[in-house]
Protein backbone atom coordinates (compact mmCIF):
# COMPACT_ATOMS: atom_id res chain seq x y z
CA UNK A 1 0.00 0.00 0.00
CA UNK A 2 1.47 3.28 -0.75
CA UNK A 3 1.64 6.45 1.50
CA UNK A 4 1.08 8.62 -1.09
CA UNK A 5 -2.37 10.91 -0.14
CA UNK A 6 -5.29 12.05 -2.47
CA UNK A 7 -6.87 15.39 -2.28
CA UNK A 8 -9.39 12.86 -1.30
CA UNK A 9 -7.42 11.10 2.07
CA UNK A 10 -4.94 14.00 2.96
CA UNK A 11 -5.78 15.32 6.51
CA UNK A 12 -5.25 18.41 7.42
CA UNK A 13 -2.21 17.24 10.02
CA UNK A 14 -0.60 15.39 7.13
CA UNK A 15 -1.02 18.87 4.76
CA UNK A 16 0.71 20.98 7.41
CA UNK A 17 3.64 18.61 7.66
CA UNK A 18 3.95 18.36 4.11
CA UNK A 19 4.09 22.19 4.17
CA UNK A 20 6.60 21.87 6.64
CA UNK A 21 8.67 19.97 5.04
CA UNK A 22 8.81 21.83 1.88
CA UNK A 23 9.50 25.11 3.46
CA UNK A 24 12.70 23.30 5.45
CA UNK A 25 13.63 22.14 1.78
CA UNK A 26 13.51 25.68 0.27
CA UNK A 27 15.15 27.03 3.17
CA UNK A 28 18.15 24.67 2.58
CA UNK A 29 17.54 25.34 -1.34
CA UNK A 30 17.98 29.08 -0.59
CA UNK A 31 20.84 28.25 1.62
CA UNK A 32 22.88 26.67 -0.48
CA UNK A 33 21.82 29.14 -3.52
CA UNK A 34 23.93 31.94 -1.63
CA UNK A 35 26.97 29.63 -0.65
CA UNK A 36 27.14 28.76 -4.58
CA UNK A 37 27.35 32.67 -5.21
CA UNK A 38 30.13 33.72 -2.76
CA UNK A 39 32.00 30.33 -4.23
CA UNK A 40 31.22 31.67 -7.25
CA UNK A 41 32.67 35.16 -6.54
CA UNK A 42 35.43 34.33 -4.54
CA UNK A 43 36.19 32.14 -7.39
CA UNK A 44 36.22 35.23 -10.12
CA UNK A 45 38.41 37.23 -7.57
CA UNK A 46 40.91 34.34 -7.01
CA UNK A 47 41.02 33.84 -11.35
CA UNK A 48 41.60 37.71 -11.71
CA UNK A 49 44.47 37.43 -9.17
CA UNK A 50 45.55 34.53 -10.70
CA UNK A 51 45.57 36.65 -14.34
CA UNK A 52 47.10 39.85 -12.51
CA UNK A 53 50.03 37.26 -11.19
CA UNK A 54 50.81 36.07 -14.77
CA UNK A 55 51.03 39.41 -16.11
CA UNK A 56 53.09 40.31 -13.54
CA UNK A 57 55.55 37.29 -14.20
CA UNK A 58 55.53 38.12 -17.80
CA UNK A 59 56.26 41.81 -17.12
CA UNK A 60 59.30 40.96 -14.53
CA UNK A 61 60.64 38.49 -17.30
CA UNK A 62 60.69 40.71 -20.20
CA UNK A 63 62.68 42.64 -17.49
CA UNK A 64 65.19 40.32 -16.77
CA UNK A 65 65.55 39.78 -20.60
CA UNK A 66 66.34 43.17 -21.23
CA UNK A 67 69.02 43.14 -18.30
CA UNK A 68 70.44 39.88 -19.75
CA UNK A 69 70.22 41.77 -23.07
CA UNK A 70 72.60 45.14 -22.73
CA UNK A 71 75.93 44.45 -23.85
CA UNK A 72 78.41 42.87 -21.35
CA UNK A 73 81.17 45.09 -23.47
CA UNK A 74 79.91 48.86 -24.08
CA UNK A 75 83.10 49.94 -25.49
CA UNK A 76 85.45 48.35 -28.70
CA UNK A 77 88.26 46.86 -28.51
CA UNK A 78 89.96 49.69 -30.06
CA UNK A 79 88.56 52.16 -27.64
CA UNK A 80 90.43 52.66 -24.39
CA UNK A 81 88.64 51.49 -21.50
CA UNK A 82 88.29 53.46 -18.41
CA UNK A 83 87.20 52.47 -14.51
CA UNK A 84 83.45 53.45 -15.12
CA UNK A 85 83.83 50.86 -17.70
CA UNK A 86 85.27 47.96 -15.41
CA UNK A 87 82.72 49.29 -13.14
CA UNK A 88 79.63 49.13 -15.75
CA UNK A 89 80.88 45.39 -17.01
CA UNK A 90 81.22 44.54 -13.19
CA UNK A 91 78.04 46.00 -12.27
CA UNK A 92 75.92 43.99 -14.99
CA UNK A 93 77.97 40.97 -14.13
CA UNK A 94 76.33 41.31 -10.75
CA UNK A 95 72.78 42.03 -11.93
CA UNK A 96 72.85 39.10 -14.28
CA UNK A 97 74.63 36.59 -11.53
CA UNK A 98 71.41 37.85 -9.38
CA UNK A 99 69.01 37.18 -12.25
CA UNK A 100 69.98 33.94 -12.80
CA UNK A 101 70.13 32.68 -8.98
CA UNK A 102 67.49 30.71 -7.75
CA UNK A 103 64.99 32.13 -5.59
CA UNK A 104 63.29 30.62 -2.70
CA UNK A 105 59.78 30.08 -3.23
CA UNK A 106 57.09 30.29 -0.52
CA UNK A 107 53.22 28.86 -0.79
CA UNK A 108 50.34 31.26 0.94
CA UNK A 109 48.34 28.80 3.04
Known amino acids: MSDRHTAGTITSD ?7 QLEARR ?7 TKFRSWAHRI ?9 LEQR ?3 AEAANQ ?8 PVTADEPT ?3 DHGYNQALRAARA ?10 EA
Open 14 to 20: ALDQLYE
Open 27 to 33: TIIRSNI
Open 66 to 73: RVRDIPLE
Open 44 to 52: RDLEAHATD
Open 98 to 107: ALDQQQPTTT
Open 82 to 84: TSW
Open 57 to 59: AER
